[in-house]
């Protein structure tokens, strides 16, 4: 088996107040959509999502994990958190030459500050799970191949949390601009701020 585990904790700064922060993130089935590598599978319920990681690893190896999860929004500690969901219809693990199927476990924690106009967002991400090892890889040691894995996961994740950032982000700021009101004479709009970004 081949144990994967990556993590990365995340600071980033939103572009407008508490409430409209929240309310932004919280609407997850389309937040959710500006992951990379992670598409949704199925919606069990509310807050309820069956999601697929698939990623090409070392130029060959076709990697899917599936991951039941459950949203939830803990208004007295202003925090969005994404935990797994028991009870979903099992993965089958399987391997074949280039693919790897399995069943892991996906986390996230999003703590929502007020700065005035603007929401500091502390933002946590881990995923996990125990893949198949392929034949090709037979000759490796497993302690060299969970290793080489931890790497992959740890770079792939830091990948898909800084990308949700910049799409969310981008995305809300694309949705005020085209709700603005237009100004009455010519004139050229302000070019939009930097994101401020800060990874532990």
Known sequence: ?????GSTHQHFSFPDDLAAAVRHYRDFDTIFHFLPHISM????GPGQYRALYHTIELGVYRVKIFCDLAVRFDAAAQTLIVSPLAGGPPIKQSVSVQALVAQGYFNSR???IG???ETEIDYHLRLSAA???????SLIPDAVMNQIAHSIT?????????????RSVREY??????????PAGPGRQ???????LRID
């Not at 599978?41 to 069990?44: E, I, T």
Request: net charge positive; proline share 12%.
């Open 110 to 112: 999003s703590i929502f």
């Open 1 to 5: 088996m081949i144990t994967i585990n």
């Open 115 to 117: 700065r005035g106009e």
């Open 41 to 44: 599978v199925h919606k069990y």
């Open 173 to 182: 700021r694309s949705q005020t601009r085209r709700h603005a009101p237009r």
């Open 154 to 166: 740890e770079w792939r994740i830091h990948e898909i949390a800084s990308g949700f950032i910049e």
């Open 131 to 137: 893949l198949p090892k392929p034949l090709g890889l």
């Open 190 to 196: 302000p070019a939009p701020e930097p994101l401020s």
